[in-house]
């Protein structure tokens, strides 16, 4: 997974993420993951955070069709799919990666914000 631990926001990054309906108070993490239709290794990372989702409850899902919305892509500069942007609890990105993650990766990341939940499923 390629990823940077954190994205200047100017306002206008918060700007895209409220226009596509985030609402990133809601929870501790939350993933915000633009996709195509035709894209695998993003099924595959929606299908883990999904499962992420049923143990860690302080974590939330966001995906977007990058199809649908290329003013946002634009905006975020979202050059491949999957692309994930980690936003804290006020909105803040925290991280952002490029590219499928490994699941380990993904669950790493995960749990350093949010912590393994009490299903033992990871």
Known sequence: ?????????????SAVFERLGVQ?????????????????PCRAT???LRQLQTTRPGLAAV???AESHLAEVRELDVRVTPTLFFLDRSGAVVRRSSGAPRPDELTAVVDAHVGAGTGGVS
């Open 1 to 13: 997974m390629t990823g940077t631990t954190a994205t200047r926001d100017d306002g206008r990054i």
């Open 24 to 40: 990133a108070a809601g929870a501790d993490l939350t993933v915000v993951q633009f996709s195509t239709a035709f894209c695998g």
């Open 46 to 48: 929606k299908a883990r």
């Open 63 to 65: 995906f977007v069709d």
